[in-house]
Structure formats: C-alpha cells, structure tokens
C-alpha cells in the first residue's frame, strides 16, 4: 500500500516530522467543520449571512422589519425604543425552537414612527434579571451625550452610497504590502475626536504622498471606551459612530481606493468587553451564550470575555462579521488582533521553546478551526483580500493555506523586531551594538511564512513606553530641533532612527508596518482622555505642523521616509527573496547585503568614516547610490557624492567613501 504523502508544511520543516498527526488532525477538524456548514447551508459564504437574517432587517415581500435576536435561554425578549416611546411590555418577540426570537413590524403601521435616526433596545427578561440591551447585530450604536448611555440606532439610507472609482490593484498591495496603520480620532492635530471625513481629506493624501499601499484602521467597531484603542468591542456590527457616520466611513474607503490604497481592518475576534449594558455578556441571561462559562471564558490579562469558538452560533456570528466588513464597507482585508491569546488557553503567557507547545500543551483547538475557516471565508469574498495575524508565539503553518497544513494567513507581524529595537536602546550603549545578532533577529522567520516587519507600532507609543524618537533624543526634542541649532543628541537620534526603519524594511520582512506620525518621529506618547490627565487629548493627536514647519528638524525624518518607502516599492524589495549577506564587518559595525539587485550598506559605527571602504559587489558592473541617509534633505551633512558613478574593478570590488551613522542603498546601472 503506498504511503500517504505528507502535507507540504510538513515536507517544508523535518523538525515538523514528530508532530505529522497533529497537523493532519487540525486539517481533519477544518473540513469536518466546513463540511458541516456546506451541508446545513450550502456553503460557507451563506453560512456567514447571519447579519441579513438577525438584527433589523426590511423584508421586501412582507412589506416591513423584522426585528431577530438569538437569545437561547432567555424568558422574554421587548423590542423598545423612541418608536414606542420606550414601552418596555407593548412589542413582545416570539421564540422559536432554535432559540431565536423574532416580531415583525408592518411599514405602512410604523413607517412614521420606525424611522432613520430613531433609537432601540431590546428589553431582555432572563435569570440575570430584566435588563435593556443593545442588539446583538446592531449595525449602528450611538452615546447620549448627557447620559452616557448606548443605544442601537435605525440607519437606513435612502439612497445606496455611490462609490467612486476603484484605482487600486489589490494584487499588488497583497503581494507586497506597505502599510500605515492609523486611528482615525487621534489622527487630527486638534485636541478633540478626529472624524473619518477629517481623515480621508487631510490625512490620505499624505499616505498617498509618503508612498504607503495601505492604510489598517484601529478602532473601527464601536467600543464604549475611547481609551482601550479599540480593542474592548461592544457592537461587533457597528463602525464607531464617535469618528461620523456610515457613509463617512465608506466615503473614507472610497477615498482611499481612488487614491490607489488598500483599506485593512484592524478586527477583534479575540475577546470582547465584559459590559453588559453595551456588548454581549449575559445576553440571555447565562454567561456561557457568546462566551466560555466560568474562568475560560475570562481573559484575566485583558479584563475582557472570551469567545467560545466551537460553538455553531458563535462562529456564525464572528464570520457573519468577517464578511459584513468585506462587503458592506469594501475592506480590502484584516489584522486579526490578539492572534496568540486566540490559539492557546494560557493566552500567550509561557515561553515558546518546544514544538509541543504549538501542537500538545494547552492548545486552543476550536479557536485554530475557527480561523482557518475565516481565512477561507476571506479568500472566498475577495481572492485577493489580505489576512495578518498578530502572533508572537510563532505558530507552525499559521501564514501557510489549509491546505497545505496551515491556518490560512497572508501574513505574520515580526512583532519580535520592534521589541528588540527598544530592548537594545534601553540596554546598551551604541558601542555595544552586536550586528550579528541584529542581522539574524532582523533576517530569521519561518520559510515560506510571510512577515510584516516594523521598527514600531502603536505599542510602542503607547503611555507607559516611548517611540523609537523618543528614546533616541527625549527632551532634547522639546528644545533642539529647530533647523539651525545643533546638536549631537538630535543629530544621533535622526540618524539612527533613518537606519533603524531601513534596516528594517529592507531585511525584516515581506511587508511594511509604520504608524501614523512615526516616520517624522511624532514626540511623546498616546495617552487617551481619562480621570488621570482630567480628560485631557493632548497627547491623543497627532502634531502635523511638526513635520510641515520647515523650521523644524522633523521634515528630515519624514523626507527619508517617503524616499525609502518608493525605493522599497519601485524596486519590489519585500516581495523578493530574503537579503543575501555580502560583508559583516563587526570592528567597523559595518553591515552590507543584497536583496533584489539592490546593495543595502549600513555603517553603524559611532565615529568611523572610513575612505575606500572595499567589498565584493554582487555582479561586475558601475552602480550608483539611490538612496543616501545622510543627505542634507534628511538632516545628514552630505559627506557622500551621490552622484559619482561606482565601477568594480577586475576583483569584482566596490570601493566607496562610508561614513559614521549612514545607510546607502546602491544600484547596479550598467
């Protein structure tokens, strides 16, 4: 009998060969799980339809709403809300023996009172008691300004957006994603909530500028906190009503698609906030509905609830989701937050120093089902929408296709990288850079497992932290950064902070990560209003007229960015393959390697400016530098000529002028 030939995530890795059954076995549970799905609704996409069956949904035939609620182990469910003056006994639901409660609402009886703009809850009597809620698929959700409280809002468009023209080649931006991840209320310089209008008109045009494919949007699903950046979701259906309405939103994604960038969702499937006056918890009166009961379905870490993933409704909710945000706002993909609390029941808090712990110990099964069969939902909406994965675990197979053994993901965030930048600059002096061990965090990564690579994210901002510029300059920002005063704290910290972000776009990945006001090396932190600063926005901005004043050194640091950002694309360096070595020299901190028949040259060293510094050229031929950090254009002090054209000579060797603190990228042109 011939042997079974192994999946190709095995083939790819012998360390892999002792855990075969293992990954068999999570392929197994995906096509069972599917095959359950086809065979009660056809196919996955009509399984994850929930959103046009629950809710408020108009039925044309029957001339009026219907009003769904899953709510299994409730006694009694009211529709109320301005319609009927908030009578919490008059519109009674009916239950049927799925567990699913509905009423159906004549429009020629509640045209006038059931209207666009007018708010609803639904009154939920359980053994938690009798209690207003906001419906589960509700896809508007508004704050009283005086009262703080939530409410679901009827929003029914009278005439269907228009969008505009569609300028953007997904495939592209699939195959080599350069992205800025951005929130749209803190991304205005105004000391107050930013709008998505605000952002489409005055913040994409300099994405478009800067040379950015993509754009990922944090906080998009509401949440009652503005200060949990997003990530504590209440409305799983609901874009933030805080940043403008629906079609602000989708004026914001039209917008960006005009401008040729792509549009990624930040989405949160990971947990969900505890609150029950807002989000899902108790909904029907039990704590096992949406969630695990008891401790599982509890993150301690995160103060939030957690998914029960193996349950039917529970992933038909989560994928209804998933292909809502893909068709109703024409997102161009996901960042799925929290990846590593999702996979394993310890959530991430163990050290990941034996394959077992990725197949034996403590592994999340249903949560591993569940994405993999919302990466196959994705490609099916959309072949060419993007899937990230923010993993710090480094899951086996997690940006490898079902097929072959994995989970279905594009991509991986290098989440590593940027804690090592701000490890080394918290602990060692500039002497004692190590290159060896920059190139091999920088360069090691699964293969054939795409990463996106960022020196820094919002993470890194965030209070409690300091940006990459911030731990490079500090306080110096606050007083030498105008253009005509020097200083050596200043000149090191843009200098670094240029090599930093090249080194890491050049080397680190398949893709690109920066977030917004971190490539002019915005100062400070983000620390969103709340009782500690008096409410205060001040620092939940972003200071745009820093990097326009042209008084100002900041200029410097975004000027290289938009230059190395279109070198990086025009020469398609990160879809490539990864960096080949071509010279480690650790007395001079001097690293040179190739990638896409560039030549990256990084001089790391503190004060060595060395002339006729030799080393092998990839190919015999004349090159030219393309791109130089330390141009004057840059905040550098123009010590090389950029335009001399280099020769190798009969050895194959380059010779070039390499100064301290300088990055280079030449070009072979003859």
């Known amino acids: 009998m011939k042997e079974k030939e192994k999946l190709p995530l095995i083939q790819d890795d012998p360390w892999l060969e002792p855990y075969n059954h293992d990954v068999e076995a999570r392929l197994e ?81 509640y045209k006038d009172t059931f209207v666009h703009g007018s708010r609803i809850k639904v009154h939920i009597v359980a053994n938690n008691g009798a209690m207003d809620r906001i419906p589960a698929y509700m896809q508007k959700v508004i704050q009283d300004p005086q009262t703080y409280d939530f409410s679901g809002q009827l929003w029914f468009e009278s005439f269907p957006f228009q969008w505009g023209p569609y300028n953007l080649n997904l495939q592209d931006v699939l195959n080599e994603p350069l992205i800025y991840e951005a929130h749209v209320g803190m991304a205005q310089e105004k000391e107050g909530l930013g709008t998505y209008i605000e952002f489409a008109d005055e913040v994409l045009p300099r994405i478009k500028d800067y040379g950015y494919n993509a754009i990922q949007l944090m906080a998009v699903m509401e949440h009652p906190y503005y200060g949990s950046f997003g990530y504590h979701v209440s409305n799983f259906f609901a874009a933030s009503s805080r940043f403008g309405n629906p079609e602000d939103l989708k004026y914001l994604i039209g917008k960006a698609h005009e401008l040729g960038i792509a549009v990624i969702m930040d989405i949160v499937h990971s947990h969900a906030v505890k609150n029950l006056s807002e989000g899902l918890n108790e909904f029907d009166g039990t704590d096992h509905q949406y969630f695990h009961s008891g401790g599982r379905g509890y993150h301690e870490g995160w103060d939030s609830k957690i998914f029960d993933y193996g349950k039917w409704e529970v992933k038909q909710f989560l994928l209804s989701n998933v292909k809502f945000w893909l068709e109703e706002y024409k997102f161009d993909g996901f960042r799925f937050d929290g990846v590593t609390s999702m996979l394993y029941f310890h959530h991430g808090s163990t050290s990941f120093d034996h394959y077992d712990k990725y197949f034996k110990n403590d592994v999340e099964w249903d949560a591993i089902t569940y994405l993999q069969l919302a990466n196959e939902l994705i490609k099916e909406v959309n072949p060419n929408a993007i899937s990230i994965a923010e993993d710090v675990s480094g899951m086996p197979g997690l940006c490898r296709t079902v097929e072959e053994g994995g989970l279905g993901f594009d991509y991986r965030l290098a989440m ?150 279109h070198c990086i694309k025009e020469n398609h360096i990160v879809s490539a393959l990864n960096g080949r070595q071509i010279n480690m020299d650790s007395a001079n901190k001097v690293i040179i390697f190739e990638r896409n028949n560039l030549v990256f040259i990084f001089n790391f060293s503190i004060g060595n400016s060395i002339f006729g510094y030799r080393f092998r050229a990839p190919e015999m031929g004349k090159y030219k530098i393309i791109l130089n950090s330390d141009e004057k254009e840059f905040g550098g002090f123009g010590r090389v000529d950029t335009d001399f054209i280099h020769e190798t000579d009969e050895f194959q060797s380059l010779s070039i002028y390499l100064t301290n603190r300088t990055a280079l990228v030449m070009k072979k042109i003859d």
């Open 29 to 109: 549970r995906f096509h069972n799980a599917l095959s359950e799905i086809q065979k009660a609704y056809g196919s996955l996409s009509n399984f994850a339809d929930a959103h046009k069956y629950y809710g408020v949904n108009f039925d044309n035939e029957k001339n009026g709403w219907w009003y769904r609620e899953w709510a299994p182990k409730a006694h009694q469910l009211f529709l109320t809300g301005d319609f009927n003056h908030w009578n919490r006994g008059s519109h009674s639901l009916t239950r049927n023996p799925r567990g699913d409660w509905e009423i159906f609402l004549p429009y020629d009886q």
């Open 416 to 565: 590593g990288i940027p804690d090592y930048w701000i490890k080394i600059l918290k602990e060692k002096s500039d002497e004692d850079w190590d290159i060896n061990e920059m190139w091999s965090v920088l360069s090691n990564r699964r293969w054939k497992e795409k990463t996106i690579a960022y020196a820094e994210s919002h993470d890194q901002a965030l209070v409690g932290d300091k940006t990459l510029a911030f731990w490079l300059m500090d306080k110096e920002m606050y007083f030498h950064m105008l253009v005509d005063d020097p200083n050596v704290v200043i000149d090191r910290g843009i200098a670094l902070h240029k090599m930093i972000r090249l080194f890491t776009i050049s080397l680190g990945g398949e893709g690109y990560l920066n977030f917004m006001g971190n490539e002019f090396g915005h100062p400070e932190w983000i620390d969103f209003p709340r009782q500690g600063n008096n409410w205060s926005y001040k620092y939940a901005r972003r200071q745009w007229t820093l990097v326009d004043s042209k008084n100002l050194k900041y200029q410097y640091l975004a000027n290289f960015d938009r230059a190395m950002v």
